[in-house]
């Protein structure tokens, strides 16, 4: 009987331990988001505040809960964990949501391994992948292995983008946006939360901080919008594709915009209307080039449309050949 007392009194201490953990981070100061309709708080909201904030981690998307006997809590682009056991300053993990939702690629093979003294690729030999050239400087500068982990595919093309995907995040180049702001983060705590966590975790929870709105995302304000083109030099013949990224106040994507764009031609104008944007802010419309002058850039006037709010860009492109 004495290993059931023992399994007993451990049991009492990991449960007292959590109970106290969950008491003492609901006394501590919270910070109420509107835009999501959820709370940040202690140890959480330290970590959001001094590894990031909104650029790394997102809008908080539930408020903190037990989970398979942990205390966590999901935003946008990651699970925040309390790991009570580990040393400062490791208490606050990330998830590994890169790999719990299947994105690791198989090893590199050994003759694509960069040399050791490579100045803008890096091999990473505990997953076997490399990180490169602008992916590479926003690791560094930007929390490196404790917010990222380590890489586990290279980069890659997915829906015309260049994006990379590690062990607790992914990685998007928008070479659209200003050059501060290309690289983003995408949202795995969100495609990990609509999977597989309680979707009554995810709605918005009442607060003594504020109103809990209607919807899990405030409306935008303002929009901007970004226009980019998939070939900057085309022949005169087959097809070009537009790729527009509407965002909000806070810099997020706005879902269910009107965009249309002003194709300039030499010989007249050409007027498209592309499909709303997405969740994450992107649409896209591919159309045929014609048969235009060479030599002669074609410019692209696009408008974003939004209720009462509209917003516009400008790119080109010059047909050659």
Not at 64 to 77: A, C, D, P, S, T
Not at 204 to 231: E, F, M
Request: aromatic residues 14%; glycine residues 10%; without cysteine.
């Amino acid at each position: 009987m004495k290993w059931v007392k023992q399994a007993i009194t451990i049991g009492l201490i990991v449960g007292w331990t959590l109970t106290s953990t969950v008491y003492a981070m609901a006394q501590t100061p919270s910070r109420y988001f509107p835009e999501t309709g959820h709370s940040v708080s202690g140890v959480f909201l330290t970590f959001f505040d001094t590894r990031g904030g909104l650029e790394i981690f997102g809008y908080p998307i539930t408020d903190q809960f037990e989970e398979n006997g942990r205390l966590v809590q999901y935003f946008q682009r990651v699970r925040m964990e309390w790991h009570p056991e580990n040393p400062e300053p490791y208490k606050v993990q990330l998830g590994l949501l890169g790999d719990l939702l299947g994105y690791r690629a198989p090893p590199i093979p050994a003759s694509q391994i960069p040399p050791a003294n490579h100045p803008q690729r890096r091999y990473y030999p505990e997953t076997g992948h490399t990180l490169s050239y602008a992916f590479l400087a926003y690791y560094d500068t930007h929390g490196g292995l404790d917010i990222f982990g380590y890489p586990i595919t290279e980069f890659l093309i997915e829906n015309g983008r260049i994006v990379q995907y590690f062990q607790r995040g992914k990685m998007e180049w928008h070479p659209e946006n200003p050059r501060d702001r290309r690289v983003q983060l995408g949202f795995l705590g969100e495609i990990y939360a609509e999977k597989y966590v309680d979707s009554e975790r995810l709605k918005p929870s009442a607060s003594s901080l504020g109103p809990a709105p209607s919807a899990t995302r405030a409306t935008a304000a303002t929009i901007s919008v970004s226009a980019s083109l998939k070939y900057a030099i085309t022949g005169r013949g087959g097809t070009q594709t537009l790729y527009v990224y509407v965002t909000d106040q806070w810099g997020k994507g706005v879902q269910g915009v009107q965009v249309s764009f002003v194709a300039h031609y030499s010989d007249g104008d050409r007027r498209f209307d592309m499909p709303p944007t997405d969740s994450t802010g992107y649409t896209s419309y591919t159309f045929n080039v014609g048969n235009p002058l060479p030599g002669y850039a074609v410019v692209i006037d696009v408008l974003a449309t939004l209720g009462g709010q509209s917003a516009s860009n400008q790119t080109s492109f010059l047909p050659w050949w």
